[in-house]
């Protein structure tokens, strides 16, 4: 089930069959859409083989595994392909026993899908504060953008009063955004958490949860590799591995 294996690159044979009880995980150790994908297998304790792949680098057979040529995509014993991170969780969700993530009422599944529609956009803010830092650009005005998407964050959990996003218990939508809290050093916005308390308040929460802290990467590990990643190294993906 460990994430820490060499990643598959050019040149390197598929891998065989998936074994029978088991489900696999195309994965990338640093991506926070196949931190996703990890976070629910995790969490349910699905049993599963990790496969990383060299996204520099992709092996001349990954688009049969992953249409799109991206992380996570599934592999199932019977050859079955899953992809596209939110599709991936909700079929772990539904495709497996145990603990339900996500809700059952139809208005709260709603809400839930709602919340992750306000999330892409304050994602979207996001990646345009990076890339203007990478380009020594200002990024005053992109990070009073970014604020204000983000304050949704504040409001939702303020008019739920509850401590996660889905409720009283941890769901599928705290995990879905998880990752990129995660990463708010890599994007120099981690000072907004302070104007933001219920939101700072769920995020140490979420730091107790055991599929969270089964997942979890340290900040000079992902500050290291995103910068290995982003001068296009062949190495990135395999950063800390001996
Ligand atoms: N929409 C996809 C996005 C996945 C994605 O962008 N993954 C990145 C790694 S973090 C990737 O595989 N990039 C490879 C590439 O773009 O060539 C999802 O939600 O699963």
């Known amino acids: 089930m460990s994430g820490s294996q060499r990643s598959l690159a050019k040149g390197c044979p598929a891998p065989g069959p998936v074994p029978e009880g088991l489900i696999r995980v195309y994965s990338m150790r640093f991506c926070p859409y196949a931190q996703r994908a990890r976070l629910v297998l995790a969490a349910k304790g699905i049993k599963h083989e990790v496969v990383n792949i060299n996204l520099k680098s992709k092996p001349e057979w990954f688009l049969e595994k992953s249409p799109f040529g991206v992380v996570p995509s599934l592999e199932t014993s019977d050859g079955k392909i899953i992809y596209e991170s939110p599709i991936v969780c909700d079929y772990l969700d539904e495709a497996y026993p145990g603990k339900k993530l996500t809700p059952a009422d139809p208005y709260k599944k709603a809400q839930e899908k709602i919340l992750l529609e306000h999330f892409s956009q304050i994602h979207s803010a996001l990646y345009k504060v990076l890339f203007a830092k990478r380009a020594n650009e200002d990024t005053t005005e992109l990070k009073a953008q970014f604020f204000e998407k983000f304050k949704k964050l504040e409001e939702a959990l303020t008019k739920k009063n509850t401590p996660y996003f889905g409720g009283e218990s941890l769901s599928m939508i705290d995990y879905m955004i998880w990752p990129w809290f995660e990463r708010l050093h890599l994007f120099d916005v981690e000072e907004y958490l302070e104007k933001t308390p219920r939101v700072s308040a769920w995020r140490s929460l979420m730091l107790q949860d055991p599929a969270v802290k089964e997942t979890f990467k340290d900040p000079e590990v992902l500050r290291n590799f995103l910068k290995l990643y ?12 001996d």
């Open 230 to 241: 982003t001068q296009d190294s062949l190495d990135a993906v395999d950063y800390g591995l």
